[in-house]
Nanobody, 119 residues
């Protein structure tokens, strides 16, 4: 059983910062890639950032403000979010491509963590 657990969401004012974390745990052979998506009220889930071996990609609207990083030893991915604005308000979901022990590769999702930016 593999699961992703996010933490670090909360309520902040515009211009402030938050750091999200996501830990992959369970019977894992290898974590191939990890990333973040978000879903604002009434909108579809959208890509935020992704980190694989040797490559990092961001959605244009978060470039220069958000930084994704990864601790491979801990199967953990982070999303440091600076200069937050109300348009960043959403539920943030962790996503990971994982090879479980003895099973085929598949995508996994966390349960989501709420980020609210409001004055």
């Amino acid at each position: 059983q593999v699961q992703l657990v996010e933490s670090g969401g909360g309520l902040v004012q515009p211009g402030e910062s938050l750091k999200l974390s996501c830990v992959a745990s369970g019977s894992i052979a290898r974590v191939a890639n990890m990333g973040w998506y978000r879903q604002a009220p009434g909108k579809q889930r959208e890509f935020v950032a992704k980190i694989t071996v040797g490559r990092i990609t961001y959605q244009d609207s978060v470039k220069g403000r958000f930084t994704i990083s990864r601790d491979n030893a801990k199967n953990t991915v982070y999303l440091e979010m600076n200069s937050l604005n109300p348009e960043d308000t959403a539920v943030y979901y962790c996503n990971a491509g994982i090879f479980p022990l003895g099973l085929a590769y598949r995508d996994y999702w966390g349960q989501g963590t709420q980020v609210t930016v409001s004055s």
